[in-house]
Nanobody, 128 residues
Framework: QVHPVESGGGSVQSGGSLQLSCTVD????????MGWFRQAPGNEREGVAG???????TYGDSVKGRFTMSRDNGKRTVYLQMNALKPEDSATYYC??????????????????????WGQGTQVTVFS
C-alpha cells in the first residue's frame, strides 16, 4: 500500500511512554523519507520527527530530548518512541512518507502545504 499504516496509539498518564509504529510498502519506503506529524483539535499541524535513509533524524522543538524516531529497514517500519509524555502531547499522530527536502523542512516548522503520503492517524491521549 502507498499510504502508511500506523499503530500503537492509546492513553497514558503524564510522564509515561508510548511507542508508535508505521509500516509502508517497500517501494515507498525506499524512495522516501519518513516522518511523524501531529494535530490536536483547534491547533495547527505540527512536525514531530523525520528520518532519512541513513537514519539521520530531525525533531520538532517541542519533543527534542523526549521522543526518538528510528527505522527497521528489514520490516519497512519506522517507530516513534515517546517518553516523558505531557498532556500537551495529546493529538492525532500521522505517519508520512514524502520527498526528503519537503518532509524534513516541514518537521522543522516550514508550512509547505500538502505533501507526501499520509496515514489515517492514531490517537495519543496523555492525562494528568
Amino acid at each position: 500500500q502507498v499510504h502508511p499504516v500506523e499503530s500503537g496509539g492509546g492513553s497514558v498518564q503524564s510522564g509515561g511512554s508510548l511507542q508508535l509504529s508505521c509500516t509502508v510498502d517497500e517501494d515507498t519506503y525506499e524512495r522516501h523519507c519518513m516522518g511523524w506529524f501531529r494535530q490536536a483539535p483547534g491547533n495547527e499541524r505540527e512536525g514531530v520527527a523525520g528520518i532519512n535513509s541513513d537514519g539521520t533524524t530531525t525533531y520538532g522543538d517541542s519533543v527534542k530530548g523526549r521522543f526518538t524516531m528510528s527505522r527497521d529497514n528489514g520490516k519497512r517500519t519506522v517507530y516513534l518512541q515517546m517518553n516523558a509524555l505531557k498532556p500537551e502531547d495529546s493529538a492525532t499522530y500521522y505517519c508520512v512518507a514524502g520527498t526528503c527536502g519537503v518532509l524534513l523542512a516541514a518537521v522543522r516548522g516550514l508550512n509547505l502545504g500538502s505533501f507526501g503520503y499520509w496515514g489515517q492517524g492514531t490517537q495519543v491521549t496523555v492525562f494528568s
